[in-house]
């Protein structure tokens, strides 16, 4: 079956613009979670969405966004870019709401370049 | 708060050597615990989990037992490939959210 696929794999923004991310999911999949990863703080956990509901966010500010749809698949939103939000976003989707019991399967992510 | 810690790569062994990566965790309640791989250029991918104390995961010949009274859950294996060159996220879940909180990652080189 078809894996978690991220669009686009790469992108470069000029501060002070936004940027859309897309995510769709493993079909059948009903929870998508967003994560940032950078060389400084590594994995960070950003958002989880559940049918259509943020379940859980972490710690970062408004200017990061997102939302699901009704076919699973998920757009994060990131305005006014700053050069610290260069870094890879992953995506992961589950067939349940928490990784602690069904695996979380990521996808490749995409490379933001903030320039 | 919840926590991760994993001893800091990169690390260098030789084909066939003996693998350990050191994982201990922070974290109220009992939490699952993961240990995930990254390969390069790909996103995150699942290498085994341990869901309660004395549990132990295993996939592709990697170890790991949860080890409630140390706080870790330190990956092995017994002997290493060059295919195994990656890098190793140790990770936790806990609750009601499901979100992973991963560690800083260890890199792993194998030479042939």
């Known amino acids: 079956k078809a894996g978690v696929t991220q669009t686009p794999r790469y992108l470069i923004k000029t501060r002070g613009q936004q940027v859309t991310l897309s995510c769709s999911p493993i079909?059948?999949?009903?929870?998508v979670s967003w994560y940032q990863q950078t060389p400084g703080q590594g994995l960070q956990f950003l958002f989880e969405?559940?049918?259509?509901?943020?379940?859980n966010k972490g710690n970062f500010p408004g200017r990061f966004s997102g939302r699901q749809f009704s076919n699973s698949r998920s757009e994060m939103n990131v305005s006014t870019l700053e050069l610290g939000d260069s870094a890879l976003y992953l995506c992961?989707?589950?067939?349940?709401?928490?990784?602690?019991?069904?695996?979380?399967?990521f996808g490749q992510g995409t490379r933001l370049t903030v320039v | 708060g919840n926590s991760v810690t994993q001893m800091e790569g990169p690390v260098t062994l030789s084909e066939e050597a003996f693998l350990t990566i050191n994982c201990t965790y922070t974290?109220?309640?009992?939490?699952?615990l993961f240990w995930y791989v990254q390969y390069p250029g790909e996103g995150l991918q699942l290498l085994l989990k341990?869901?309660?104390?004395?549990d132990k995961g295993s996939n592709k010949g990697f170890e790991a037992t949860y080890r409630k009274e140390t706080t870790s859950f330190h990956l092995e294996k017994g002997s290493v490939q060059v295919s195994d060159s990656a890098v190793y996220f140790c990770?936790?879940?806990?609750?009601?959210?499901?979100?992973?909180?991963f560690g800083k990652g260890t890199k792993l080189s194998v030479k042939p």
């Open positions: 992961a989707s589950s067939l349940e709401a928490s990784a602690k019991n069904t695996e979380a399967f």
């Open positions: 079909s059948g999949h009903r929870s």
């Open positions: 969405y559940f049918s259509e509901t943020q379940r």
């Open positions: 974290a109220t309640g009992y939490p699952s």
């Open positions: 341990a869901t309660k104390a004395d």
């Open positions: 990770a936790l879940t806990r609750g009601s959210q499901g979100n992973l909180i």
